[in-house]
């Protein structure tokens, strides 16, 4: 009887799912962004507010991000060399317009495990405007990253974009953007 009652109890328990929620640690968390340009490049980094992974069984199945917008910097130009114009100019109407969008938003939607880690579905808002997007991600024990690529115009980030407008010549700078992104948990 007690075999009996033991074996149920393994049984039952097996068909429990363990889900967890793993809160981002965003003092050591980190975003890269890379733009390019025809004559260049610039990058930064772009600050998390809150954010946290959905796990269920040790697999990823969820999560949500907030970005503050109005944390963006720029790291390749020094100050008083044109770091404070970049950066203004990246808050502007131009680009993010943190002033009535201070935080981007990225919800997963879903997930389906590849050689990669995960193959990421989500909802990435910027500037109000809601897009899918996707990404591959790695998650290991206390760590979880990706590399993002962005196309800025499907968010309404149309300065400077040969898609939208002729004659910029060397001026031109891409539609796409880079985020290098590192989640420590």
């Known amino acids: 009887m007690k075999l009996v009652a033991l074996v149920a109890i393994l049984v039952a328990a097996s068909a429990f799912t363990i889900s967890s929620t793993k809160q981002i640690d965003i003092k050591t968390s980190s975003i890269k962004w890379t733009g390019t340009k025809v ?61 009535n969008h201070p935080t981007a938003t990225l919800v997963i939607t879903t997930t389906e495990a590849n050689d990669e880690g995960y193959l990421v579905t989500a909802d990435l808002t910027i500037k109000g405007i809601t897009k899918s997007i996707e990404f591959d991600m790695e998650v290991d024990e206390n760590i979880a990253t990706a590399n993002v690529t962005i196309d800025r115009t499907q968010f309404g980030v149309r300065y400077g974009s040969g898609s939208f407008f002729d004659n910029l010549g060397d001026k031109t700078i891409s539609d796409d953007f880079e985020l290098e992104v590192s989640l420590q948990f």
């Open 39 to 99: 004559l260049g490049s610039h990058n930064g980094t772009i600050n998390l507010s809150k954010g946290y992974l959905e796990m269920e069984d040790g697999e990823l199945t969820g999560g949500m991000f907030v970005v503050d917008m109005s944390s963006i910097t720029v790291t390749d130009l020094k100050a008083g060399e044109g770091k404070e114009k970049l950066e203004g100019h990246l808050k502007s109407d131009d680009f993010f317009g943190t002033a």
